[in-house]
């Protein structure tokens, strides 16, 4: 999952730094992500891995870091089995 997210923010997240050069838990909107990058980033991350981000995780905390995309890409996932 980290290398797929981490393709992803390459495709959509625009940084001026590599990805390669970011820490899994390194402020990703201190690193260059902007607001509408992080949208961009969201739809493509719905689509690579078939999921939905319901409106209680659409915030920056969410897309804060590679870490916390992965945590809510699992936090979603779960929520799926559960339901």
Not at 33 to 45: E, K, N, R, W
Request: aromatic share 8%; glycine share 4%; net charge negative.
């Amino acid at each position: 999952m980290n290398t797929t997210i981490r393709d992803l923010i390459t495709k959509f997240g625009k940084l001026p730094v590599a990805v390669d050069q970011i820490a899994d838990d390194a402020d990703l909107y201190a690193a260059g992500l902007t607001s509408f990058a992080s949208v961009q980033l969201m739809l493509g991350i719905e689509e690579a891995f078939d999921i939905e981000f319901p409106d209680n995780l659409l915030n920056r905390k969410s897309f804060a870091s590679i870490s916390a995309i992965e945590k809510t890409v699992d936090q979603i996932k779960d929520s799926r089995k559960v339901a």
